[in-house]
């Protein structure tokens, strides 16, 4: 089947949307989760797939190799709000899931997120990763998927990027009122791309801490190995092959995979105007973000 156009943004509820993340909204906002469901919530480009990968290895790396074998991850762990014509969309495919618990993505602003995870008290992992490198993973993102608008050039990206004329709206909006919501819902576990980049096995620790979960050291050794960024890039079932409105001739979904790597995009003035314009708003909520290790 023919990819279908790049879709528009559009204001949805105050935030700026496509229709492939909304076209299903009755769906997903009544959706009905059960208490061990566990979210895994992020602004796009932020480490999804990678803490994906890692949930569903700490779960399933033992007791069910035979979903490694056969099934890519994204559909072991469907995108809750997906609604991509020819695909399954991501709310049908959660309801299909049969193994518990149920790990569930999500790219929606905390204010979008459908009551039921708030009233089972669901476990959500929030994923945060710097503005910079985000915008960087975006705009090659956008250049091979088809699910954005068109990117255009980097610099007009970048602005947009800055005003939050994006999917799921501004970045800044998005990372402060997640970390707000912490504050009051105790089963939000928050995360920084940065710190698993600095040291994975710590933040699984503290991440293994958080759900409960007790790790033999050699299941631990096993799922390091597993999620190590050349290894999900080998993985035909972690890397998108095959992946909805994706074209990885493009670019590659697993592409860098560093932190830093928006030195090698933007100018002197870019960096300082970007640095600049999140200061106050991130500062503010009391978040920082380190651009490099
Ligand atoms: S999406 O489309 O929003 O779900 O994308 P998302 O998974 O959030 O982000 C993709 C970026 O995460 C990088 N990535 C990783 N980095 C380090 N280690 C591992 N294992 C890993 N897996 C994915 C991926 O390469 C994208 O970042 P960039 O900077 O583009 O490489």
Redesign the pocket.
Known sequence: MEAPPRPQLFDFQGVLMTKFNTDNWENVKNFKAKPDDIVIA?Y???????AC?LLDRIYFGKTHPEKETSLPLFLRVPYLEQSVPGHPKGKDLIDQLTITPRLI?T?LPVQFVPETFWEQNCKIIY?ARNPK?VA??HF??SHMSSAHPDPGDWNGFLQRFMQGKMAYGAWHEHVVGWWEKKQTYPNLHYIF?ED??ENLGRETDELCGFLGVSLSAEQKESIMTA???DN?KDNNLTNFTNGPLMNLKVSP??????VG?WKNHFTVAQSQHCDEHYKQQIQSAGLHFRTEL
């Open positions: 992020t796009p480009k932020s480490g999804t797939t990678w990968y993505k790219h994923v490198d960087v993973s090659h993102f791309y698993l980049s999620v190590k960024f999900m979904f697993m592409r860098k995979g560093k790597d």
